[in-house]
């Protein structure tokens, strides 16, 4: 069974900076997870989409997060990261990592991220 664990979460100030991870436990083969992405749901809203990345590196980002936010992986380990610059109180929410593995979607259970003013 695919597990998807994510670490990183917590509460800082206007400004501070945060760095966000997730490993994939259950899979077979370096890069198997593909894509792996950030969403996250603020309190009264959907979800959205933050962040992916895809075998050979290319990233998307939604507008809101680009230039604050960037996403990396370690291949070898399946793991995702979500280096978080600059936060803004409108960053609160709760953040969750997707992965796909042989095309079956994969959520973890979401970190909290405050971000105080």
């Known amino acids: 069974q695919v597990q998807l664990v994510e670490s990183g979460g917590g509460l800082v100030q206007a400004g501070g900076s945060l760095t966000l991870s997730c490993s994939a436990s259950?899979?077979?083969?370096?890069?198997?997870?593909?894509?792996m992405g950030w969403y996250r749901q603020a309190q009264g809203k959907e979800r959205e989409l933050v962040a992916t990345i895809i075998l050979g590196g290319h990233t998307n980002y939604a507008d809101s997060v680009k230039g604050r936010f960037a996403i990396s992986r370690d291949y070898r380990k399946n793991t995702v990261y979500l280096r978080m610059n600059s936060l803004k109180p409108d960053d609160t929410a709760v953040y969750y990592c997707?992965?796909?593995?042989?095309?079956?979607?994969?959520w973890g259970q979401g970190t909290q991220v405050t971000v105080s003013s």
């Open positions: 259950g899979v077979i083969g370096s890069g198997s997870v593909n894509p």
């Open positions: 997707k992965g796909t593995y042989y095309g079956r979607e994969f």
